[in-house]
Structures are given as C-alpha cells and as structure tokens.
C-alpha cells in the first residue's frame, strides 16, 4: 500500500525557516512525480509545488517562488520542501501527493491519487 508519512511542520515566526520531508512507505519513489499542497483553514486546497520522477524539473506557485526549494532523493524515499522567508499567509496543513509519470515535467494541475497525512505549518508571532 502506497503511503507517505510527512514532517518537519511546526511553529515559526515570520522569516522563519522549515523543511517539510515527505517519506514513501511501502513503495519507490521512482516513476513518480510528487507534489506538495496545502490547505489553510476555511480555503480550498492548493497546490505549492511540484518534482518531476527523476527531479529534472521542478513547478512552482507564485506564492512559493523565490522562497521555496523542492527536492528529492530516491535512494533515501523521501521528498524535501525548503521554505524560507515565510509569512504568516503559508500558515495551512502541508500534504504530500503523488503520481505515476515518467515525464521529465511534472504540474500543479494533475490528479495526484495518493497523499499523506499532512503536517501542520504555523508562521506566527
């Protein structure tokens, strides 16, 4: 069973820095594109970014650019998202997702039928 278990959310102040990591369990990594996505109270779900199966691409939201970094490791199963410089508006639950693609692209606007738990970012004062 394709599962991920996600980390690294928690409390920061504004500025702050977190790195989300993202584990497979039960499965490999490769031939998959991850994304991230994330959803804050009383919005819908959006997405944030995007890894293509091998990592030769990344996609990212005008929200997240310049201050996200997505990346991943096959041989270790997991994905990492870097956020810096975070606002108290990145406050929402992060999940990761994944998708079977073998391209070397990967977007925001695919069905990604396989997700996490999610884990909890708070950027407050």
């Known amino acids: 069973q394709l599962q991920f278990v996600e980390s690294g959310g928690g409390l920061v102040q504004p500025g702050g820095s977190l790195r989300l990591a993202c584990k497979a369990s039960?499965?490999?990594?490769?031939?998959?594109?991850i994304g991230w996505f994330r959803q804050a109270p009383g919005k819908e779900r959006e997405g944030v970014s995007c890894?293509?199966?091998?990592?030769?691409?990344?996609t990212y939201a005008d929200s997240a650019k310049g201050r996200f970094t997505m990346s991943r490791d096959n041989v270790k199963g997991t994905v990492y998202l870097q956020m810096n410089s975070l606002k108290p508006e990145d406050t929402a639950v992060y999940y990761c997702?994944?998708?079977?693609?073998?391209?070397?692209?990967?977007?925001?606007?695919?069905?990604?039928?396989?997700w996490g738990q999610g884990t909890q970012v708070t950027v407050s004062s």
């Open positions: 039960g499965f490999t990594l490769n031939g998959y594109a």
């Open positions: 890894i293509s199966s091998r990592g030769e691409s990344t």
């Open positions: 997702a994944a998708r079977r693609s073998p391209s070397s692209l990967c977007t925001l606007g695919w069905q990604y039928g396989y």
